[in-house]
Structures are given as structure tokens and as C-alpha cells.
């Protein structure tokens, strides 16, 4: 069992620029969720889903998108990166009160 | 809004000393309280987690202290070894298996020295 597992792990991109990260879990849980972390920040709910083809804002929405096709992956979108997206992004899955993370990918935006 | 608040932000103790991490909630529909341990380069996992229905909850070197009346509950790190070097985050959420969405804290940087 893989778990939760997150793709890439690494990037860099310009600003203006687009990209999709990936979460996969082999878990079967139906509620995932995508946080970033920033120093002195803790970890901050970006959307989340609590199934199939469901999504929802979390705390901190904008310039993102997520789509969630299939129940075991989790998409997470930056349209237009700026600067301020820079960031460890973590997705996550959550069992009956636990949630599981994956290993983060670090975003750098220039 | 922080609806957890935790202190402090970073904490250096010695080894075999005990370390002391506090929380405290707002939302009184808050119900469950894990705490995750976060290793560099590493995503945040389950350490230990306690419902209001004790007031403390042991698992070897690591105890959650819970205070209902005043909202508030700790992390003790009893015997700190170096091995413990990790940033700690407190979390809240209301007790129910349904997307029960966590309200994390800050977190703590702790150094264990030896």
C-alpha cells in the first residue's frame, strides 16, 4: 500500500505560469483535501472533497482549482502562478477522524 | 479567523527533559483533538489524539492534557530525546467520521539537544 502519495515532489515555475499537482491514495477513503504550508503559518485548507465528484472551498480558495474524477485522485490547479502561491503543498485523506498525509511537493513560483 | 492558537513557536529542551506544547480552541463544537508530528521533508502524521470524555491520555513518553472548562489542551513530551527534533501541530475538529474538517494550530519547532 502506497497510502497517499503526491506528484511532483519538485517545481519551479514563472510567474503566469500553469500546472497540476497530482494526489493519489490507494485507501479508499472518500474525504481528501489540499493544504499549504508556509512558515509560521501552520498548515492552511485550500479545498477539499468528501467524495467522488465533489468539491468545496476551504480557507484559503483563491487561484486554485481541484477537480475530483475518480475517488483515489485528488487535482489541484494553479492557473496563473504568482509569487505568493510559493509554498509546500500537502494533500491529505481522512478515515473516520484521522487524516493521512502525503509527502508534500515544494512549489516555487518566480 | 485562528480558531486554535498554539504556543510556543519554537521550544528547545534538553534531553530527557520534558517538553511542554499548549493549545487552546474558540468553537466549543470542537470535539476531537489529535496532535501530528512533522518531520523535515515529510508530511504531518497522527502522534496522539484524545475526546473530551477523559481529561488524559498516555501513550508512552507522549500526553495529552485536556482542559474542557477552559478550552485548552497540552502535548507533554516526557524524556525528550533528539529523536523527538520535529515541529508538533495541535488540531480541533468536531467528532463524528463525516468530513469533519481539522482546525490546526501554528505548530512548534522543537529541538531536542543533547
Known amino acids: 500500500n502506497a497510502g497517499v502519495t503526491q506528484t511532483p515532489k519538485f517545481r519551479v515555475l514563472k510567474t503566469g505560469q500553469s500546472m497540476t499537482l497530482l494526489c493519489a491514495q490507494d485507501?479508499?477513503?472518500?474525504?481528501m483535501y489540499w493544504y499549504r504550508q508556509d512558515p509560521g503559518m501552520g498548515l492552511r485548507l485550500i479545498h477539499y472533497?468528501?467524495?467522488?465528484?465533489?468539491?468545496a472551498k476551504g480557507e484559503v480558495p483563491d487561484g486554485y482549482n481541484v477537480s475530483r474524477l475518480k475517488k483515489q485522485n485528488f487535482l489541484l490547479g494553479l492557473e496563473s502562478a504568482a509569487p505568493s502561491q510559493t509554498s509546500v503543498y500537502f494533500c491529505?485523506?481522512?478515515?473516520?477522524?484521522?487524516?493521512?498525509f502525503g509527502p508534500g511537493t515544494r512549489l516555487t513560483v518566480l | 479567523q485562528q480558531q486554535v492558537k498554539q504556543s510556543p513557536q519554537s521550544l528547545i529542551v534538553q534531553k530527557g527533559g520534558i517538553s511542554i506544547i499548549n493549545c487552546a480552541y474558540e468553537?466549543?463544537?470542537?470535539?476531537?483533538f489529535p496532535w501530528y508530528q512533522q518531520f523535515p521533508g515529510k508530511g504531518p502524521a497522527l502522534l496522539i489524539a484524545?475526546?473530551?470524555?477523559?481529561s488524559e491520555k498516555k501513550e508512552g513518553r507522549f500526553t495529552i492534557s485536556f482542559n474542557k472548562s477552559a478550552k485548552q489542551f497540552s502535548l507533554h513530551i516526557m524524556d525528550s530525546q533528539p529523536g523527538d527534533s520535529a515541529t508538533y501541530f495541535c488540531?480541533?475538529?468536531?467528532?463524528?467520521?463525516?468530513?469533519?474538517?481539522?482546525?490546526f494550530g501554528t505548530g512548534t519547532r522543537l529541538q531536542v539537544t543533547l
Open positions: 472533497s468528501v467524495g467522488e465528484g465533489t468539491t
Open positions: 468553537n466549543t463544537a470542537f470535539d476531537y
Open positions: 491529505a485523506t481522512q478515515g473516520y477522524n484521522e487524516q493521512f
Open positions: 488540531a480541533a475538529s468536531p467528532w463524528g467520521g463525516t468530513a469533519s474538517k481539522l482546525t
Open positions: 485507501m479508499n477513503h472518500e474525504y
Open positions: 484524545i475526546r473530551p470524555d477523559v
